[in-house]
């Protein structure tokens, strides 16, 4: 459909068409119109005219003179202040419901007879949500012929702010101007709405409390000459939603109103004209072929859709964008969508940087037979994260200049990262090795990019079993250049047998929750030595795995696709639950003996952690103090607080914290500040060159004073000779373990070859 969409433009300027009047028609955007006009009252914002000055009944004045309604010797008495002050037109927001005793009625009707400036008073109407029935609510008779009357209905919007508001409406059966017009001095009365300009901050206006007025505390000069609206602000006054901002008091937007009226009648152009000007942009986007030139085109519509509306607002002219921006954005739509649909159909058979054929074309290809040779740059990686896009396309270029003699005549197809595969013939024989041998030859020779030389890493794999997809042959080849990097080889040959082990590993997850049901998961238990004494202390707890038919599976083959597959959690509680078993079992003769767990990081998360060790550890009846739990420092630990709060509650426990694989990772200090642990494990890799890596020994001494500065433990694994041994006793290590002090065993086995199960000498 975007097909025929960007080769009929017409069709497509029909659809924007379309969008923009159902957005127009069913003010779908009226949300975004009015967060987007919001903004812009913001952006304008000016001080009131100050020809305004509102006297408010707020909480202050109710607390001094009495809660309202105020009684009619009240409101006198400030009527009286409010004129003697030389108001030029005064405004009482009152419905003279409760006016109190007859005299003081009749004080306020004096009051109001005798005023020299011109009185306004309120006249609106009410419509029951019920019956729908309407109510006319007028002054009293005795007060409404000493003035004018204006309507003082508001227009509240269904999002309960107050964006628009009446000229005037019909009330008792005539037509009253409402007080905005009046105040804005309107000469235009109807029923008609106009858009209340809210850049004139109503923050600014002048207010002043009633109370003030009425004993005597302002200045009348700030009063002379002005139209005075005497209303409500206090909390129990009726509030609406400013557009932009917070509640207000009713009587400001009857204010609010007045100030735009001030400067100017607003003229409502709605969205028509807009939509029409967007058709104009969104033909043209659809008309241009040159990219730029649509960007560009784009970027004017968007900044006249932000400068173009302030500017008019300034005039008091409003539009509506939305359906305009809608018909623009639809076009724009149609035009990235078929643009993408060119550009993938032209980079799904090519490489985009170097414009080689790719996978997608080898398998379009349709080739038959043969051998599939792929190559990889196992470096490739490393080399194009420094070189620019035209200079990695010399580089491929140089590469596949390379290839072509080994290629025998074949295209060279070019995958991702450094792969490169063809398809050799068959009747070559032993020809393809030996020219696999040459091309191993040819690139022992430097790539010279510009000024740069540049050394390649290539291993190639083979794949001879032509019966099979060549997608698939292709994936072969490459597992087997893979295979041939990770066991040193120049090339390998795909080995049918390594498809078993796919199968393997695709079910290893299932095979894996068996083995925990099966008993085929064991703990082995490696000893942890107390470098001064030389006592076995205590034994770090190590999953292993026997399979009925596959024998041995290493820990490095199921812990991480269990992390992945969301075993972690069963697995780590196998291991827990056995090892404080084992470690029950030692500490009964006696003896102290503490027991490590590896804790996988996805656990700390785990509402159900701390919760399963403090159970555990009851049900065995073991001290927590006995429990280190190994939190691994190369491990992406997010700074959650749920992560910090298990950690610490499980410190709290006295369970023993330890960062293990310390100094592999990035965070080290970071770690050391926010784990609440009590040792540190120094990797093995800093360890295992101990006696010959100057460098080495200075960063595990130093680590050693550090944590001991600090208070912690340190713990060094993979001590696998007496030198290592003594250089970290010199050291002053606290504890040290590997295969030199002990190698991981079955718990009897630990038992039996230290003696465990011997009553402590020191008990």
């Not at 509240?156 to 409402?178: F, M, N, T, Y």
């Not at 001030?262 to 058709?279: A, C, D, K």
């Not at 035209?390 to 990262?417: H, N, S, W």
């Not at 990035?666 to 060159?689: N, Q, V």
Request: hydrophobic letters at 45%.
């Amino acid at each position: 459909m975007t097909r025929a969409l960007f080769r009929s433009p017409w069709k497509a300027l029909l659809l924007a068409l379309f969008v923009g009047f159902a957005f127009g028609i069913g003010q779908i955007g009226e949300p975004i119109e009015n967060i987007m006009q919001a903004a812009r009252f913001k952006l304008r914002s000016h001080p009131a005219s100050g020809s305004i000055v509102l006297v408010a009944i707020d909480d202050r004045s109710v607390a001094e003179i009495g809660k309202v309604p105020w009684n009619g010797g009240q409101l006198a008495g400030l009527v009286q202040r409010l004129d003697a002050a030389g108001a030029r037109r005064l405004h009482l927001d009152s419905d003279f419901a409760e006016l109190g005793s007859p005299a003081q009625a009749a004080q306020l009707e004096s009051a109001l007879s005798n005023l020299r400036a011109e009185l306004l008073l309120p006249a609106r109407f009410s419509i029951d949500l019920v019956t729908g029935a309407r109510s006319d609510h007028l002054p009293p008779a005795r007060f409404a012929r000493h003035a004018r009357l204006v309507n003082t209905n508001l227009f509240v919007w269904w999002d309960g702010a107050v964006w628009q508001h009446p000229e005037g409406a019909i009330v008792g059966g005539r037509l009253l101007p409402s007080l905005g017009s009046v105040l804005g001095r309107s000469d235009q009365i109807s029923t008609d709405l106009f858009h209340i300009d809210y850049a004139a901050d109503v923050r600014s206006l002048t207010v002043v409390s009633a109370s003030d007025i009425l004993n005597g505390r302002i200045r009348p000069q700030l009063l002379a000459g002005k139209d005075v609206v005497v209303g409500r602000t206090d909390f129990g006054a009726e509030h609406h939603r400013v557009p932009g901002a917070t509640h207000a008091p009713a009587i400001l937007f009857h204010l609010a109103a007045a100030e735009t009226l001030l400067s100017g009648r607003p003229v409502n152009l709605g969205w028509g004209l807009p939509l029409v000007l967007g058709l104009f942009l969104s033909a043209a986007l659809l008309q241009l072929r040159r990219r730029w030139i649509a960007v560009t085109l784009l970027s004017a519509a968007a900044a006249a859709a932000i400068a173009g509306p302030i500017m008019l607002e300034e005039q008091q002219i409003h539009v509506q964008i939305i359906p305009a921006m809608a018909a623009i954005i639809t076009a724009a739509l149609i035009r990235l969508v078929a643009s993408l649909r060119r550009s993938y159909q032209t980079r799904g058979t090519t490489n985009i940087v170097t414009g080689m054929p790719n996978l997608q074309a080898l398998q379009r290809s349709q080739l038959n037979g043969g051998v599939v040779v792929a190559a990889r740059v196992k470096n490739y990686a490393q080399i194009t994260a420094t070189l620019p896009p035209q200079q990695e396309k010399e580089l491929v270029e140089q590469i596949v200049a390379r290839l072509e003699f080994g290629a025998g005549g074949a295209t060279t197809y070019q995958a991702d990262q450094g792969v490169f595969v063809w398809v050799a013939d068959n009747n070559m024989g032993d020809g393809v090795i030996q020219q696999l041998e040459g091309l191993q030859a040819l690139f022992r020779s430097p790539i010279v990019i510009e000024t740069r030389l540049i050394d390649l890493s290539i291993t190639f794999g083979l794949d001879v079993d032509g019966s099979r997809p060549l997608a698939q042959r292709a994936s072969s080849a490459l597992v087997a250049a893979d295979d041939a990097a990770r066991e040193g080889k120049r090339w390998a040959s795909f080995n049918p047998a390594s498809v078993e082990d796919a199968d393997w590993s695709m079910s290893l997850l299932a095979r894996l929750d068996h083995a925990i049901d099966n008993d085929e998961l064991w703990v082995a238990y490696q000893p942890k030595i107390d470098c001064r004494s030389g006592r076995v202390v205590g034994a770090e707890a190590l999953v292993r795995w026997t399979h009925p038919e596959k024998g041995q599976v290493y820990p490095d083959q199921f812990i991480a696709a269990a992390e992945q597959g969301g075993r972690i959690e069963r697995l780590t509680y196998f291991v827990l639950d056995n090892a404080l078993a084992s470690a029950a079992r030692i500490n009964g003769r006696r003896r102290r003996f503490s027991i490590a767990v590896n804790l996988s990081v996805l656990l700390l998360d785990s509402e159900n952690l701390v919760p399963t060790v403090e159970a555990l550890l009851a049900r065995y009846n073991l001290a927590p103090q006995l429990l280190t739990l190994e939190v691994t420092e190369t491990s992406t630990l997010a700074s959650g607080a749920a992560q910090i709060a298990n950690l610490e509650r499980l410190s709290r426990m006295g369970v023993q914290l330890s960062i293990d694989d310390y100094g592999t990772g990035f965070s080290t200090l970071e770690y050391l500040k926010r784990i609440p642990a009590s040792e540190i494990k120094i990797d093995r890799s800093f360890i295992s060159m101990l006696n010959k890596s100057q460098s080495d020994r200075i960063m595990v001494n130093s680590t050693i004073q550090l944590a001991h500065s600090l208070g912690r433990k340190v713990v060094a694994e993979g001590v696998e000779n007496e030198d290592i041994l003594r250089e970290l006793k010199r050291m002053r290590c606290d504890i040290v373990q590997g295969f030199h002090t002990g190698r991981p065993v079955p718990i009897a086995e630990l038992i039996e070859q230290f003696g465990l199960n011997r009553p402590s000498r020191a008990a």
